[in-house]
């Protein structure tokens, strides 16, 4: 055997691709260059998923006429000098591989022109082959287009997914470089339809809002946090907001977008408690790291970070998180609907009886989904009757005795505050306070007082032993995993035995799980310990107090007591209690603007 030297140009191939990996990567570099040469508008359009036409046109530097016949060579950088400019990371990439790997696999055309300068430059290369270098007019800044990727390389070219999935690519890619620079105002075209455009003004929320949606925009609170080691600024969303999956977690290192499971963990701890398992929050955090604690030139192409103080980062973002929804006074507003409503008049019933609104030759009663649904006017129930209104506290009448206890009167502020409208629906709570209406659901809220303060009080697994075994057929794999974990389960008071195969007895069980429920909770942390998580007593530990709280919760459909109920309404009403353990938000606001406007009293 005879050992050959590759040929540079199958070396630059195979360079490539580890550089270029698909459309989406080619498009993160292009960006990446323009935003090192300080540009503040860019506009990336692609066609076909970006596999035959990529183009990023930015308002940057430009190059000059020699730079720009130099910039596809391989290891050719304006960025790095020697070998110690490697520690500095500053700016973004400089290894001076991108456009050589990029050019290598595809045809490329450059417009470029520097500031000031009377002509421009075009360069055009066909696999890495200078075809054309001539002068050009163009306007200030690069332009560089990338038609047919991987023309030259079937291999990895079939390697490719459908122009769907490959665009879907260069978008999310896109969305990340965008999200990172509220600063730059980004334009992106795809398939001839302009997506979105950024304004470039440095303000995150604008930015966030465009790329984002509307939704995502309103579901935010803002964080705002720093250490010696980390600061951490951006936003997370409202627990109410939860989602599916991860997919709305968003963090930048350094003007960075990157991937790190520290921070996603640090991020997701923040909502313990206050989002239903599997669902996660959303997220744009900006961290800056103090300089040389982080180690993001791992690999050109990879965005998985390491950090030299990981704990320090973790903290950093935890507690921020957490005084962001600490902080937070949300209670969600109940949206009505403004448009497209046509209210019938309450005014009388018509003369046949029927209800108003119904009757024939009246519009019908149009109704957006909205979050709650107002019965229907109907002359058959009272709009008003006193009796019905099972609770009140007294009104905030002006005082009827003149002479008045300092203790009393602090009494009467707080209760002048608000109002109790009554209970509905067995369910909800309604309060007046101030211009608006709120509605407490009073399950939930009671759940998460219950919860905090079993919580604060500490818990012990109170194990009971049964009387009679109970089995559960789990299989073989499930009993495995719960038998090599039986000393954790042991501490949370779960005693658990083989029962020959694939079934396993419980002999004992943490007190406050019903036992019909044990069937889903095993489950459940069987799931856990196949994805790899062990059930961290306190996470078992919670979840056990939530079964707890939601036990001992007033139900709804039950009548409640009425000093409960203040004592209630003022802890949702102080902000004190604003989830459920589950994520559910405990109250709603219904503005009375947002009521008049739909009566059209303004
Ligand atoms: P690197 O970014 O690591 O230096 P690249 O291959 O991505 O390597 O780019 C090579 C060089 O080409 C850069 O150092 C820069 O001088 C020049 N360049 C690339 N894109 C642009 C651009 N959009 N505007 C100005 N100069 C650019
Ligand atoms: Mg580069």
């Known amino acids: 055997m005879k050992i050959k030297r590759l040929s540079p140009h199958v070396a630059d191939l195979i360079a490539a691709g580890e550089v270029v990996e698909r459309p989406g990567s080619v498009v993160k570099e292009l960006i990446e260059n323009s935003i090192d040469a300080a540009a503040t ?218 991937k790190s499971k520290t921070l996603q963990a640090a991020l997701e701890q923040a909502y313990k408690n206050s989002l239903f398992q599997g669902r996660f929050p959303g997220c744009v955090l900006y961290l800056d790291i103090k300089p040389g604690a982080v180690d993001v030139n791992v690999h050109p192409a990879k965005t998985e970070v390491k950090f030299l103080n990981e704990k320090g980062v973790f903290n950093g973002v935890y507690y921020s998180a957490l005084s962001a929804l600490r902080q937070s006074s949300e209670m969600p507003e109940i949206a009505l609907p403004t448009d497209r409503v046509i209210l019938s008049s309450p005014g009388k019933p018509d003369n046949s009886g029927e209800r108003p609104g119904r009757a024939a030759g009246r519009p019908p009663v149009s109704r957006e989904p909205s979050g709650i649904t107002f019965p229907e006017l109907s002359s058959a129930l009272p709009v008003r009757d006193e009796t019905r209104i099972p609770y009140r506290t007294k009104p905030a009448a002006p005082p009827e005795k003149p002479q008045r206890s300092e203790k009393e009167q602090t009494l009467q502020k707080e209760a002048a505050e608000f109002r109790v409208v009554g209970e509905a629906l067995s369910t909800y709570i309604i309060v007046e306070r101030g211009d608006s209406l709120i509605f407490i659901d009073k399950h939930a809220a009671h759940e998460r007082i219950i919860f905090d303060k079993l919580r604060a009080e500490g818990y012990e697994a109170m194990p009971q032993l049964l009387l009679t075994p109970l089995t559960f057929e789990l299989g073989p794999a499930y009993t495995e995993l719960l038998m090599e974990n039986a000393d954790l389960l042991g501490e949370l008071g779960f005693e658990i035995d083989r029962f020959g195969g694939g079934t396993v007895a419980l002999r004992q069980v943490p007190g406050g799980i019903e036992v019909e429920e044990m069937d889903v909770f095993l489950s459940e942390i069987c799931e856990n310990l196949t994805l790899g998580k062990r059930p961290g007593l306190s996470d078992t530990r919670d979840k056990i107090l939530h079964t707890i709280a939601c036990k001992a919760a007033i139900k709804a459909g039950k009548a409640s007591p009425a000093p409960e109920m203040e004592l209630l309404i003022k802890r949702v009403l102080s902000g004190e209690v604003k989830y459920c353990p589950h994520g559910r938000p405990v109250s709603m606001e219904l503005s009375k603007r947002s009521m008049d406007k739909n009566f059209k009293r303004v």
């Open 41 to 258: 508008a860019i506009t990336v359009e692609i066609k076909n998923g970006g596999l035959t036409y990529i183009r990023v046109t930015d308002n940057g530097a430009g190059m000059s006429a020699e730079d720009a016949g130099m910039a596809f060579l391989r290891h050719a950088t304006s960025k790095l000098r020697d070998a110690r400019d490697l520690e500095a990371i500053g700016t973004l990439g400089f290894r001076g591989e991108a456009l050589a790997a990029i050019s290598a696999v595809s045809r490329i055309d450059l417009l470029t022109s520097e500031k000031g300068e009377k002509e421009g430059r075009g360069v055009s290369l066909d696999g890495g082959t200078i075809v054309e270098n001539a002068p050009a007019g163009c306007p200030e800044g690069t332009t560089i287009i990338v038609r047919d990727l991987f023309f030259n390389t079937p291999a990895r070219l079939k390697f490719m997914k459908t122009d769907k999935a490959e665009g879907a690519g260069v978008t999310a890619a896109l969305l990340k470089c965008a999200l990172s620079h509220p600063e730059v105002s980004f334009r992106y075209i795809k398939d001839g339809k302009e997506e979105y455009h950024t304004p470039g003004d440095g303000n995150a929320e604008s930015c966030i809002y465009t790329l984002l949606g509307r939704d995502f925009a309103k579901s935010l609170l803002q964080v705002k946090g720093a250490d010696e080691n980390v600061t951490v600024t951006g936003f997370v969303t409202m627990p109410s907001a939860g989602r599916g999956n991860r997919g709305g977690q968003y963090f930048f290192v350094d003007g960075r977008p990157v």
